[in-house]
């Protein structure tokens, strides 16, 4: 019996393995794979030759890589179109987006299938071979391979390729409400990324339930689909839009988003580059795109809409699993009626005696919370003893996952600890409080989350465990595994998708989700007589990868630290600095800090808020430089009734990259920028910020407000170009190769701010 419980803890660890080692495929060399067919290699060498170099909107590369997609495209017969405009979007972030797109006929008269991504990179240093190159390869590929299979569609297949994307979805914009092609759009699969690699997840986008579409997605059965209601349910909740957004939210467009989000360290950085791309990664987005190109172009793309919700999930060997949201309180109920059974099965054999059923709630409840506690102070606790993390801005560090692993063992060695200590005390009886906290669990997921329903899935293995241990002495421990093995293979990934997606200060999450699946797999590991053993051997693993964690928290070439570096130009004031937004300095930009460094008080210096509501860290005088202000014209001033209108052009005097214009918050009766009209919504929220426009060709920004006449309106003006390492008046020498350009704030850039009052 002892042999077999060994090897039944040894398949416990390698379920929890396989559940990680089954969500993707696994790369290998297909360069010479059938023409008819994806090759990961072949959609690799488009990735490799469009990051090259940034290419941003208004950057040199960015025309670079339209030329080569629309080169490609031709290469392929297909005729091209370019779209070209301005777009604002919601967020009133202006921009000259340009599209490119090709159509494939198909031989019916139905809605099209649209293929989807983006082809420019994050400003102002992202070489963008992930976000969303990745994209680029796999649709080239993609359809190339379809082509030559030689199986002609049933319906029209639109290929785009947005643009602007990384400035506020304007591409998208610019095709959903101008172009006619978007109201013969009846689905759109778009590829995204966030981060270098990990597993491709599947989001829908609906305005509607989801049922056909799931329905759908199943029949085209992908085989390494990676998808839950939850991670949508959550997704839904957080300001991640993508350009698929902007089809769902204006043009009420069905559609389904494919995007890996892991080694986000990478996001929107330098490092977002040929090199560090996840070939498993490419390869499973190719995984999805080949089945679900052959299922929709032969679909019914006008029957997609749905009033009735799935929940869903991706289970090894079964790929997708789904049931409509009606199972959710008759499931719930079955549970709870088979809990009550086998409570009065248990206490009628004598199985369950009622004070050791009470003892059992102390070690699930000390468990919970001190593991809970951890996890909650977990990145803190790191950010204090690594201090250069705290300029890693989207909260993931290089070392990320290993800290991932030493939470999750320190919270498995408490949990084998605690309940240790409590060995006395029958499995059967400990199980009843783990048991009553999952009902609970599902059944406020129920009320408030209905995403997570499927969690009562495992609770059943683990209630078909609770009946076991109540009805035999000995239990077979493969038995036991075997009833666990939903548990594991749902909950496992789950403690690497939390701290993944939201960053490290979900650390908490990972504590948590081994805690609860520790109590599902509690009928086995109740059966093991040495908890104490397993508790220090977890003990003995959380020292060793806390080690190679520290050992791997420096920043060198292959793990640099970010820094940032601006010259400021205040006009107003006359007033020039140094100004930086990191919180521990690198020499560097330290150079031009000093050692004295100086920290702006609140509102002593302006700067333009990030994603991370980051500000100045520190400044230091800086030496005069002839930089021209922007040259801000007033074309029309005038009162008509109880308004005043006013119209402004601002011209760029040097070569810049982007123009904000901040107020003070006043009410704006209209607004428009280049011709286009600002949003009543966006107007009535803006608090200060007024707009964006990110420059190409140095364009000239053309500004009309209607405000009360009353009102006194001032206006702020920020002219930025991120030149300052390769501006003639500055020597500003190249970032050591230990460090990279900071993500997510303005960067290496010479600004010059303006202050207008209109009484």
């Known amino acids: 019996m002892k042999l077999s419980r060994t090897i039944a803890l040894l398949l416990v660890f390698f379920s929890v393995y396989w559940s990680y080692k089954a969500l993707m495929p696994e790369y290998k060399n297909d360069s010479e794979k059938a023409m008819g067919l994806f090759s990961t290699d072949r959609a690799l060498e488009h990735i490799k030759n469009i990051s090259k170099e940034p290419h941003a909107v208004g950057f040199p590369g960015h025309a670079k890589v339209r030329g080569y997609l629309i080169s490609e495209l031709k290469k392929m017969g297909l005729e091209t179109e370019i779209q070209e405009g301005y777009t604002a979007g919601d967020w009133a972030n202006l921009s000259k987006a340009t599209n490119i797109l090709a159509r494939i006929k198909g031989t019916s008269e139905g809605k099209a299938l649209m293929v989807l991504t983006h082809y420019d990179s994050s400003p102002h240093s992202s070489l963008g071979a992930s976000d969303a190159g990745n994209g680029i390869g796999t649709i080239l590929e993609g359809i190339r391979a379809f082509l030559a299979e030689g199986s002609g569609p049933k319906n029209d297949i639109i290929i785009l390729f947005s643009d602007a994307e990384e400035l506020g979805l304007n591409g998208a914009d610019l095709f959903v409400n101008r172009h006619p092609w978007a109201k013969e759009v009846g689905l759109v699969i778009n590829f995204e990324a966030r981060g270098s690699g990990g597993p491709s997840y599947m989001l829908i986008e609906t305005n509607r339930g989801n049922g056909k ?3 759908e997605f199943t029949e085209a059965n992908p085989k390494f689909p990676v998808a839950n209601s939850l991670a949508y349910s959550i997704y839904k909740m957080l300001p991640n839009d993508t350009d698929l957004t902007v089809f769902r939210e204006d043009g009420d467009i069905e559609g389904f988003n494919l995007a890996f989000i892991d080694d986000h360290y990478d996001y929107h950085t330098v490092l977002d580059s040929y090199e560090r791309l996840d070939k498993n990664s490419l390869a499973h987005q190719g995984s999805y795109l080949m089945p679900l190109l052959k299922h929709f172009s032969q679909a019914d793309l006008g029957n997609l809409k749905s009033l009735d919700d799935y929940i869903y999930f991706n289970l090894p060997f079964f790929r997708l699993v789904s049931y409509p949201f009606e199972w959710i309180w008759p499931m719930f109920a079955l549970a709870v009626v088979l809990f009550l059974v086998l409570l009065f099965s248990g206490f009628k054999k004598k199985r369950l005696h009622p004070k050791e059923v009470a003892l059992g709630f ?17 990145w803190s606790a790191i950010k204090f003893w690594y201090p250069g993390f705290n300029d890693m801005l989207h909260g993931f560090t290089y070392n990320g996952h290993t800290y991932i692993l030493v939470y999750a063992l320190l919270s498995l060695a408490i949990c084998f600890w ?10 059967t009886n400990l199980l009843v409080a783990p048991l009553f906290l999952w009902l609970t669990i599902c059944g406020l997921a129920g009320i408030y989350l209905q995403g997570a329903s499927f969690f009562i899935v495992p609770l059943f293995g683990t209630l078909a465990a ?8 000995e239990p077979n421990p493969f038995l036991l595994v075997f009833l666990a093995l939903p548990a594991i293979f749902i909950h496992s990934p789950f403690i690497k998708m939390f701290p993944v997606g939201l960053g490290l200060k979900m650390l908490v999450a990972a504590t948590v989700f081994t805690t609860l699946l520790f109590y599902l797999v509690l009928p086995f590991f109740g059966q093991l007589k040495n908890k104490d053993r397993l508790a220090y051997l977890t003990l003995v693993l959380f020292a060793a990868f806390s080690i190679s964690g520290h050992i791997k928290s420096d920043f060198n070439e292959n793990r640099p630290k970010p820094s940032s570096l601006l010259y400021v130009y205040n006009t107003d004031s006359n007033a020039t600095i140094w100004a930086t937004y990191d919180q521990e300095l690198i020499g560097w930009n330290a150079q031009f800090l000093g050692t004295d460094k100086r920290v702006p008080e609140a509102g002593e210096f302006k700067t333009l808020p990030s994603k991370y509501r980051t500000d100045f860290t520190f400044v230091q005088d800086a030496p005069k430089k002839e930089i021209q202000p922007p040259l801000i014209d007033t074309i029309h001033d005038t009162i008509i009734g109880n308004e005043r209108i006013l119209e402004l052009c601002v011209t760029s005097k040097r070569k810049v990259n982007r123009l904000d214009i901040y107020s003070n918050p006043i009410r704006l009766n209209t607004a428009k920028v280049n011709g286009i009209v600002l949003s009543d919504d966006f107007l009535k929220q803006r608090k200060r910020r007024l707009m964006t426009h990110y420059i190409s060709n140095n364009d000239y920004t053309e500004l009309q407000l209607s405000f009360p006449k009353d009102s006194i309106l001032e206006l702020t003006f920020y002219e930025s170009s991120n030149d300052l390492l390769s501006h003639e008046d500055f020597t500003v020498p190249a970032r050591p190769e230990n460090s990279i350009p900071m993500p997510f704030v303005l960067n290496d850039a010479i600004l010059v701010t303006k202050t207008l009052r209109f009484e």
Do not use: A, C, S, W
């Open 213 to 215: 579409l799931i329905q």
């Open 418 to 427: 605690v309940y240790h200590q409590f060995r006395k005390t029958g499995t």
């Open 362 to 378: 102390v070690p699930m409840l000390v468990t919970l919370l001190i593991n809970g506690l951890i996890g909650y102070l977990g």
């Open 466 to 473: 609770f009946m076991v241990l109540i009805n035999q002495e």
